[in-house]
């Protein structure tokens, strides 16, 4: 993912300035998906109108710029969605903690795994009531959606972590 097309797919929502799309990476957005501040997401929306793929349709006070997608960027956005996801450089530490428990003494591994778990129903609880807010016939597209599909894949992505991480301390436990 890039911070380009993480632009481009909010501006597909509604124009926005800077300011708000920075605003936007400070939510969920951010915590879970994308990070992005001010220093990096106002250059990029330069670089954006500079390729036509947004335009500045207003300009405020202060100098804010209210930027629109162009057909060049909803293009450009669609294109990246519908594409298999390019795999770079892999750096996922709660995997790699799971390559090495092995390293550890029985104890020890039995902590990380029970942490785990334990991190995981937290943050599931979290996840749950955020969907809690937004009723199952809720709209999951557009701006009134936007969050709802991703909160749904992380109650589901923690409920496996947590069944996984029990399931590897009750292994862990049997072999004692």
Excluded: C
């Amino acid at each position: 993912m890039s911070l380009p097309h993480a632009l481009l797919g909010l501006l597909a929502l509604r124009p926005a300035t800077g300011y708000d799309l920075a605003r936007v990476f400070d939510t969920d957005l951010g915590r879970y998906a994308w990070q992005a501040g001010h220093t990096s997401v106002y250059p990029e929306l330069g670089k954006l109108a500079a390729q036509g793929l947004a335009e500045v349709t207003e300009e405020g006070a202060r100098g804010a710029k209210t930027y629109t997608l162009t057909d060049d960027g909803r293009a450009e956005l669609r294109r990246w969605m519908l594409a298999p996801p390019q795999q770079g450089k892999v750096r996922n530490e709660p995997v790699l903690r799971m390559f090495l428990i092995a390293a550890l003494p029985r104890d020890d591994a039995l902590a990380v795994l029970d942490r785990t778990a334990e991190d995981a129903e937290r943050s599931l609880a979290v996840l749950r009531a955020v969907r809690a807010e937004h009723p199952d016939d809720a709209p999951m597209l557009g701006e009134d959606g936007m969050g709802q599909l991703a909160a749904e894949f992380g109650v589901r992505q923690y409920e496996t972590v947590r069944d996984w991480a029990r399931w590897a301390a009750e292994r862990l436990r049997a072999e004692a």
